[in-house]
């Protein structure tokens, strides 16, 4: 970066700082109000658990049913943008007999790097639970709604050493209907819709649940890489237990100005950085990588390929843009010369009938996939028929089916 846009950011920086500043105070002196505790899912290995959270006002976002007015869903929507935050609050964990205590930055996150207790009993289904207290904040004598004490229950996945594999996937366009490449139809997904409105890619579900399975003796861990907010976290976190998407450590980003980024981090860079996380924390697991064609993931994976040799068993690419043949093809080429196949397929079982081959998943959950696939394009219901194009009773077939593009939003 340029020492004048180093300069700039910096300055920008500091004014937003001394802003958030005077208005925390002004909040601190009309009382803060019930304070909420949101750990994020973490990760790990044997040696270390990372565990992610943030400390906010709970600002009273409704749970989402399926009879949500578009209203409803708009406010909710507001409120997680409009998130406060409870910067520099002490936060205490306790694994085990392992206790640790942090200060939240002046976005309210917290981070913590535990070392797990010997003799930590062995989690079959990898998840293990962090108790979360929250110790002290600033203005906590000052709030009239202080509780007698906030805690929380942080998980952390953390996989057996003889996991078949891993696997690091997309949610955008690749588990969750989003459409980037539509920004009226994206705007209407992300601002109207809420988790059990939102639409799951057609056997999405019963394939990931496949993949989680493997087909070795243990199960294997899924993580998701996105471009979405942290602020998003509660709303990502119900579509996956809604839609019964298998859990995993979600790597999204924090928006806003840094010294070193102006509002949002690169994708590219973003998405990298995730993927070589995880390869650093399991350097003796081997990587399955999920993606779509609108964000370059075959280009980020392609570099993947190349940077590690052998951590990649395969990479599967959802096509759901104008990927050019002759570029796709080209990109499979690479990655099949370092012994990857990089497949762009039109819907979820073709990535299926692939991983079965492979002996990524049981040739038997082929049929669950298929059936999966004929659900999710089952008739919508009357609220995506107001939020979604198309015509009353249509199957969703007709417009929302694998490797099809949805009409322009004002094709009716």
Not at 84 to 98: F, H, S
Not at 216 to 245: A, C, K, T
Request: proline share 6%.
């Amino acid at each position: 970066m340029s020492d004048w846009k180093s300069a700039l950011l910096g300055a920008i920086h500091n004014l937003e700082q001394f802003y958030d500043e005077r208005k925390y105070s002004l909040r601190r002196r009309l009382g803060l109000g019930e304070i909420l505790l949101q750990p994020y899912l973490g990760y790990g290995n044997q040696e270390r658990f990372y565990l992610k959270g943030r400390v906010l006002n709970d600002q009273g976002i409704s749970s989402a049913m399926d009879d949500d007015s578009i209203w409803e869903n708009l406010l909710n929507m507001y409120k997680r943008y409009q998130s406060r935050e409870i910067p520099y609050a002490r936060v205490r964990a306790r694994l085990g007999d392992v206790v640790q205590e942090v200060t939240a930055d002046e976005e309210g996150f917290f981070f913590f790097e535990l070392t797990p207790p010997a003799g930590l009993p062995v989690a079959e289904d990898m998840w293990y639970d962090v108790e979360l207290t929250l110790v002290d904040y600033p203005g906590k004598s000052q709030n009239p709604a202080e509780p007698q004490e906030v805690t929380a229950t942080g998980k952390v996945i953390a996989p057996t050493p003889d996991a078949q594999f891993g696997v690091i996937s997309d949610i955008d366009d690749t588990v969750m209907r989003t459409d980037v490449l539509d920004l009226v139809a994206m705007a209407r997904n992300t601002f109207l819709m809420n988790s059990r409105t939102r639409l799951p890619f057609a056997g999405v579900a019963a394939f990931y649940q496949a993949l989680r399975r493997g087909t070795g003796e243990s199960l294997n861990p899924i993580f998701y890489v996105s471009s979405s907010m942290w602020n998003l976290y509660d709303m990502l976190y119900d579509f996956f237990v809604v839609r019964g998407i298998p859990l995993g450590p979600l790597f999204l980003v924090d928006a806003g100005i840094t010294r070193e980024q102006f509002i949002m981090p690169g994708h590219r860079r973003h998405k990298i950085a995730a993927i070589e996380t995880l390869l650093a924390t399991y350097p003796n697991l081997k990587f399955i990588l999920i993606g779509d064609s609108t964000q370059k993931d075959p280009a980020i994976y392609l570099e993947i390929i190349e940077k590690h040799p052998g951590r990649i068993l395969a990479s599967y690419i959802r096509d759901v843009a104008l990927l050019p043949h002759q570029k796709a093809e080209a990109m499979a080429q690479q990655a099949r010369e370092h012994g990857v196949d990089m497949l762009t397929v039109k819907d979820t079982l073709a990535a299926a009938v692939h991983a079965a081959d492979h002996g990524f998943i049981d040739p038997d959950a082929l049929d669950a996939i298929a059936a999966d696939t004929e659900e999710d394009r089952k008739a919508p219901t009357p609220l995506e028929q107001a939020v979604i194009p198309g015509r009353e009773g249509e199957p969703r077939t007709a417009q929302l089916s694998d490797g099809e593009s949805m009409p322009p939003a004002n094709s009716d």
